[in-house]
């Protein structure tokens, strides 16, 4: 049985420079076109993100952000994602003390005029303060993001499925994300589209189809002596509550006749 997410409350954020292409807002029109009720956040504070799942857990979140490398305090490397708050002493060594201890907040150091990090939140902060409900799919458009210690912070909040890019991503990393959720949502205004128009699918049908066709790789320029091939998108999965799909759609209808006895023939629908 395929499932909608357990709750219609979605959340669509941006916390990149406006330098970079913003996938948030067609996201979110997308999303409550098919009623689902959606809070946009053109930037991000910690609060807000602490708060987006207070009254009701999230059944899907698309975040843009920064993704760094930390050293967590028992040594290990987490990868943590990048508000666009300011760290200033004030707040670290006050209000946001107690979540910089326990490893919750780490800082990303950035180029701007003020000299100040901003904070980034950890798998820690995952688990403590976002809270999921059962087949619900987040995909978080930012640099190294699909690291394994990153994601387990998302599935062990009840996420159902979790993506992201498994490195460096570049500035149209988020256009195979629009891909996701035009399929799932059965939009057909991302290229290429079809004709006559198609239904919505299942994740695990769009999946196989943006591997088969590349359409999971990051398609931005490669960076300068990059040796490697362009991040791809990378999926993790909640063991027992997986996201599954996001609008119902008819897969296939079959007509069968009507065997000896039976007055009438039968359309089977899946």
Known sequence: ???LPGSNAAVTAFSLENTFPNSAPTIAGWLRNHKYNVTEF???TVDQIKNWSAAKPLGVLFWQSHGIYYKKKDGTRGVALVTRQFATDEMINGRYKAMVDAGELDFAID????????????????????????????????????DAELAKGFTDANCGSFASW??????YSGTPCLKVFDRLLGM????????????SFSLKAIRWWMSAFGFD????????NQVRPNAKLTWFHHPTAPGHILRPSIMRALHENALPGEPFAKYLIE
């Open 42 to 44: 053109p930037r991000t």
């Open 217 to 224: 790789v990051d398609p931005s320029p490669m960076y300068e």
């Open 111 to 146: 180029d701007n005029p003020w000299k100040l990090p901003y904070f980034a939140i950890t798998s820690e902060f995952v688990r403590k303060y976002i809270r999921f409900a059962p087949n619900s799919i987040a995909v978080v458009d930012a640099c190294l993001a699909g």
């Open 188 to 199: 057909n205004e991302e290229p290429p589209v079809s004709s006559p128009p198609e239904r």
């Open 1 to 3: 049985m395929c499932n």
């Open 166 to 171: 498994d490195w460096l991503s570049g500035p």
